[in-house]
């Protein structure tokens, strides 16, 4: 399924649109501001006033392809719009959006001609899908899940638990992952569209819900399915035992869009602590003046902006490689999600104790760092990402690596126009080809540019050695009983894949970066750097000009009212 011609143009007026609807957030007079979204997490709940704003904008048409009449055609187009929701609660950047989203992507991709007509109408009336995936027993394995779909005449009936499941209650449809075959493999199971008000009673029992420190207003549910009758036409897919096929092409785009949504909590995050520290009064000056808490402030900018390339890039070859996304998009879903964690714990230490107020001015920051932290495992879990490129690296490190060409140029130019997205196109397999390394080993051979040049050469160098070291891999290390040694060279994998994306962006995508300090790169890629380890390729005061020129950047970026991701965009307070 294809969603249509991509020709956005109007990706600043919707956004600049929903920002005014929402307001400034950091207005305490605000209904839908930082202040009413702390007092509805004090009780657990969504924030209703927020849900009927997203209501009136229509949110959930960005989930909709073009030609089922929602907006859905460029993903890093749909990343911008949710980092508006996402910067001010992820509870509803979650809990109204990405759980709609994660849902009906498997739709999509799977359903025939009836069920996609049949989502999209529900989603474009403003009501909700959920995707019940999971069962504690097995966490992020699915693939043993013993939730039951049998075959009951010519429909089927489902038995079984699911839990942590977003939404359960409040949606109006669920896609529901179940087994179809005892026996074990990837033909066992199959997906299922299930309308809810088609269950009868008695059917379906709720569980309460399970308590968790972060995302407190989101429904986090469980229920029980008791011979629940479903229709032989409920079934996504032309045959069962395509559950799993499903779910890993759905992946590639929630594993790389979901991570990019979440740039927004760190923006918002990084804001509030730069505004603490030039608030604070210590040793007759502003914290700000203290280069421990600008060295600390450079740094976060500098992480959020490689996370910012490597997420949008990786959006962007959904449309342009999309053959490659089946390592990309968990590659992004490991790394970015690291990257915004270690970033918001990093700027705890610049808030002191404030970081932990629960309101006031800075009381959001707790907050935020509260519902960033299942970043790292919710939907899929950071080692579960690994465990999906293990398998990859030995044909990836033999013939593709440095074989290869590098990926096309439009891919690094955020923001420019893109082909049609081809749901049919993410399949799950071995990619052949790797054109974001391609883009390294020609940027290593080619730029001679100071800095840049010695970073280029330093992840090239990187490459080389996972070469060698993935072509040795046995049979156990790719799978999930690897040995530590194994997962780490995924993780070296995702830093030098990173690299290569910010250097791309840094060579070919300049136009769509307007007045960003070109010092943004250089600092990103020490910042990856500094993961793997090793001699470092700066010499400490260049590092401090870097941190120094990023700690700048966020300042300007603050005082002028506008993000501190690539975009640079001006926003609403």
Same mark, same amino acid.
């Given at each position: 399924?294809?969603?249509?011609?991509?020709?956005?143009?109007?990706?600043?007026?919707?956004?600049?649109?929903?920002?005014?609807?929402?307001?400034?957030?950091?207005?305490?007079?605000?209904?839908?501001?930082?202040?009413?979204?702390?007092?509805?997490?004090?009780?657990?709940?969504?924030?209703?006033?927020?849900?009927?704003?997203?209501?009136?904008?229509?949110?959930?048409?960005?989930?909709?392809?073009?030609?089922?009449?929602?907006?859905?055609?460029?993903?890093?187009?749909?990343?911008?719009?949710?980092?508006?929701?996402?910067?001010?609660?992820?509870?509803?950047?979650?809990?109204?959006?990405?759980?709609?989203?994660?849902?009906?992507?498997?739709?999509?991709?799977?359903?025939?001609?009836?069920?996609?007509?049949?989502?999209?109408?529900?989603?474009?009336?403003?009501?909700?899908?959920?995707?019940?995936?999971?069962?504690?027993?097995?966490?992020?394995?699915?693939?043993?899940?013993?939730?039951?779909?049998?075959?009951?005449?010519?429909?089927?009936?489902?038995?079984?638990?699911?839990?942590?499941?977003?939404?359960?209650?409040?949606?109006?449809?669920?896609?529901?992952?179940?087994?179809?075959?005892?026996?074990?493999?990837?033909?066992?199971?199959?997906?299922?569209?299930?309308?809810?008000?088609?269950?009868?009673?008695?059917?379906?029992?709720?569980?309460?819900?399970?308590?968790?420190?972060?995302?407190?207003?989101?429904?986090?549910?469980?229920?029980?399915?008791?011979?629940?009758?479903?229709?032989?036409?409920?079934?996504?897919?032309?045959?069962?035992?395509?559950?799993?096929?499903?779910?890993?092409?759905?992946?590639?785009?929630?594993?790389?869009?979901?991570?990019?949504?979440?740039?927004?909590?760190?923006?918002?995050?990084?804001?509030?602590?730069?505004?603490?520290?030039?608030?604070?009064?210590?040793?007759?000056?502003?914290?700000?003046?203290?280069?421990?808490?600008?060295?600390?402030?450079?740094?976060?900018?500098?992480?959020?902006?490689?996370?910012?390339?490597?997420?949008?890039?990786?959006?962007?070859?959904?449309?342009?490689?999309?053959?490659?996304?089946?390592?990309?998009?968990?590659?992004?879903?490991?790394?970015?999600?690291?990257?915004?964690?270690?970033?918001?714990?990093?700027?705890?230490? @610049? =808030?002191? +104790?404030? /970081?932990? %107020?629960?309101? *006031?001015?800075? &009381?959001?920051?707790?907050?935020?760092?509260? !519902?960033?932290?299942?970043?790292?495992?919710?939907?899929?879990?950071?080692?579960?990402?690994?465990?999906?490129?293990?398998?990859?690296?030995?044909?990836?490190?033999?013939?593709?690596?440095?074989?290869?060409?590098?990926?096309?140029?439009?891919?690094?130019?955020?923001?420019?126009?893109?082909?049609?997205?081809?749901?049919?196109?993410?399949?799950?397999?071995?990619?052949?080809?790797?054109?974001?390394?391609?883009?390294?080993?020609?940027?290593?051979?080619?730029?001679?540019?100071?800095?840049?040049?010695?970073?280029?050469?330093?992840?090239?160098?990187?490459?080389?050695?996972?070469?060698?070291?993935?072509?040795?891999?046995?049979?156990?290390?790719?799978?999930?009983?690897?040995?530590?040694?194994?997962?780490?060279?995924?993780?070296?994998?995702?830093? @030098? =894949?990173? +690299?290569? /994306?910010? %250097?791309?962006? *840094?060579?070919? &995508?300049?136009?769509?970066?307007?007045?960003? !300090?070109?010092?943004?790169?250089?600092?990103?890629?020490?910042?990856?750097?500094?993961?793997?380890?090793?001699?470092?390729?700066?010499?400490?005061?260049?590092?401090?000009?870097?941190?120094?020129?990023?700690?700048?950047?966020?300042?300007?970026?603050?005082?002028?009212?506008?993000?501190?991701?690539?975009?640079?965009?001006?926003?609403?307070?």
């Amino acid at each position: 399924m294809s969603t249509g011609t991509s020709t956005i143009t109007s990706t600043a007026t919707d956004v600049d649109r929903l920002d005014g609807l929402l307001g400034d957030p950091w207005d305490a007079g605000n209904p839908t501001g930082f202040a009413a979204l702390l007092e509805a997490d004090e009780r657990e709940e969504m924030h209703a006033e927020s849900e009927r704003v997203l209501d009136g904008y229509g949110l959930n048409a960005e989930f909709v392809p073009v030609g089922l009449g929602g907006r859905l055609a460029q993903v890093d187009r749909l990343v911008q719009v949710m980092r508006a929701v996402w910067r001010r609660d992820p509870c509803l950047g979650l809990g109204y959006g990405a759980s709609s989203f994660i849902a009906s992507v498997n739709v999509w991709s799977a359903g025939d001609e009836r069920q996609r007509r049949e989502v999209a109408d529900l989603l474009l009336a403003n009501r909700k899908v959920a995707s019940a995936y999971h069962e504690l027993a097995h966490g992020n394995d699915f693939s043993r899940a013993e939730f039951a779909a049998v075959r009951d005449g010519t429909g089927w009936r489902l038995d079984g638990r699911k839990e942590v499941v977003t939404n359960l209650r409040r949606a109006d449809a669920l896609v529901v992952f179940a087994r179809t075959r005892p026996d074990p493999g990837s033909r066992s199971h199959a997906q299922f569209l299930v309308p809810k008000a088609g269950i009868p009673e008695g059917a379906l029992r709720y569980l309460p819900r399970f308590p968790s420190s972060g995302m407190r207003g989101v429904q986090l549910g469980g229920a029980v399915f008791n011979g629940c009758p479903v229709p032989g036409d409920a079934l996504l897919g032309d045959e069962p035992g395509r559950g799993i096929e499903t779910a890993l092409s759905s992946f590639q785009l929630t594993r790389s869009a979901l991570p990019s949504m979440c740039v927004g909590v760190v923006d918002t995050g990084l804001r509030a602590a730069l505004a603490s520290a030039l608030d604070r009064r210590l040793y007759g000056g502003a914290a700000a003046d203290l280069p421990y808490v600008r060295a600390v402030i450079g740094r976060a900018q500098a992480d959020l902006l490689a996370a910012d390339a490597f997420a949008t890039v990786v959006t962007r070859a959904l449309h342009v490689l999309p053959e490659e996304t089946g390592v990309s998009a968990p590659a992004v879903k490991y790394l970015v999600s690291r990257l915004l964690i270690d970033a918001m714990d990093e700027l705890r230490t @610049v =808030l002191g +104790a404030r /970081a932990y %107020l629960r309101d *006031g001015p800075f &009381g959001v920051f707790q907050k935020l760092a509260r !519902d960033l932290a299942p970043a790292g495992f919710a939907h899929v879990s950071r080692a579960a990402c690994q465990v999906t490129i293990l398998p990859q690296l030995p044909r990836l490190a033999r013939r593709a690596w440095f074989e290869g060409g590098p990926a096309p140029a439009g891919l690094f130019r955020l923001g420019g126009d893109l082909p049609p997205l081809d749901f049919g196109a993410l399949r799950p397999g071995a990619p052949r080809s790797d054109g974001l390394s391609g883009t390294l080993v020609e940027t290593a051979e080619t730029c001679s540019d100071g800095v840049v040049g010695r970073f280029a050469a330093r992840f090239r160098d990187e490459l080389d050695r996972l070469r060698r070291d993935c072509a040795a891999l046995g049979p156990r290390d790719l799978t999930i009983d690897a040995r530590p040694e194994a997962y780490a060279l995924a993780g070296r994998y995702t830093v @030098v =894949l990173a +690299a290569a /994306a910010c %250097l791309g962006v *840094g060579r070919h &995508g300049r136009d769509g970066l307007g007045d960003l !300090d070109e010092r943004w790169l250089p600092a990103a890629l020490d910042r990856l750097d500094r993961r793997l380890g090793g001699p470092p390729v700066l010499t400490e005061p260049e590092r401090r000009d870097l941190e120094e020129a990023m700690f700048r950047l966020a300042r300007e970026r603050h005082d002028g009212r506008r993000l501190l991701d690539l975009t640079g965009r001006a926003v609403r307070g």
